[in-house]
């Protein structure tokens, strides 16, 4: 009769047991992906950002004048102050409060932004030039109030929190990178035990055993009802029997003059650390020495 191996259940024993003994590589495989991921990130944004980048936020407290425009907040939205920040209106008095600035300069490095309050206006100004962004965010301090008062809908526009410049690097993925490249890790890692684990011969489980050695019977782990019940079925009570781990296997002519006195030899399996190809030589041997191998044990 022959076994279809394809259909053969999956030893979720065996795979668990490779798993964990290799656990350890997919660790260092995600610390090292992370590691380099971040490392290739902090050199991929001082190439791309260049030289150093500085901002300043301001935020700025706007009073609507609801008494004759009621409406008026519909018009003065996120999308529409940041398009006013950059029109001439306020432009051309930034460029007056600091004349050393182009107007280029100007729509190039400014952006507004209103994240919960519609009455907080947050002013951002960017730029390289760390002169260039102080002073562009010292005339809006003046274009603004200025603005308000020429806007029927506005009663004013007031300073409401003023920032100290800080350096800011738009190219900051730093954390995303480092998840990236440890996500990589983790999946190459996992594939490279998945594979590892098709080719190893290592004896994990009974099944293994039984696999490779179905005429030797597997009596169990030691000092457990299972072992105690197989032995007293299958060998004698008060037999002479010689345990035999792999690794103390030698080619010793006494030994096995004592192995075949002996009432048999049991083999002791080291699970996780036996491997087939080592156990084939040992039990093949003892076999052409007409040793009796009367059973195996973990």
């Keep these: 009769m ?4 394809d259909l053969r259940a999956i030893d979720l024993r065996r795979f668990w047991r490779q798993f964990v003994k290799r656990a350890w590589m997919i660790v260092v495989a995600v610390l090292a992906g992370a590691i380099i991921g971040f490392a290739a990130y902090v050199i991929y944004s001082n190439v791309m950002s260049g030289n150093t980048v500085y901002r300043i936020r301001n935020d700025y407290y706007i009073t609507f004048n609801h008494e004759e425009f009621p409406n008026g907040v519909d018009y003065y939205n996120a999308y529409t102050w940041d398009g006013i920040l950059r029109d001439d209106p306020i432009v051309n008095v930034a460029l007056s409060e600091s004349p050393e600035v182009t107007k280029q300069q100007i729509l190039d490095s400014v952006t507004g932004e209103i994240l919960g309050d519609y009455r907080i206006l947050t002013v951002v100004v960017t730029g390289t030039d760390k002169d260039m ?133 049991i083999i002791r399996i080291k699970t996780g650390s036996d491997r087939i190809e080592r156990m084939d030589k040992v039990v093949y041997t003892l076999k052409k020495q007409d040793i009796n191998v009367v059973g195996a044990m973990e």
Excluded at 2 to 5: D, E, F
Excluded at 158 to 178: F, G, H, M, P, S
């Design 2 to 5: 022959t076994t279809n191996c």
């Design 133 to 265: 962004v102080q002073r562009i965010s010292d005339a809006y301090k003046v274009a603004l109030p200025a603005f308000a008062e020429k806007i029927d809908m506005l009663k004013e526009i007031e300073l409401w929190t003023d920032a100290e410049i800080q350096v800011y690097d738009a190219y900051t993925r730093e954390k995303n990178a480092a998840f990236l490249g440890g996500l990589i890790g983790l999946l190459i890692s996992l594939f490279a035990v998945l594979l590892y684990g098709i080719f190893d011969d290592v004896i994990y489980t009974e099944r293994d055993w039984v696999m490779n050695y179905p005429w030797i019977p597997f009596l169990g782990k030691r000092d457990t009802d299972e072992y105690r019940a197989n032995r007293s079925h299958i060998l004698q009570y008060d037999g002479n029997y010689i345990e035999l781990a792999c690794d103390e296997f030698k080619f010793d002519t006494d030994e096995f003059d004592r192995m075949r006195k002996a009432d048999g030899v």
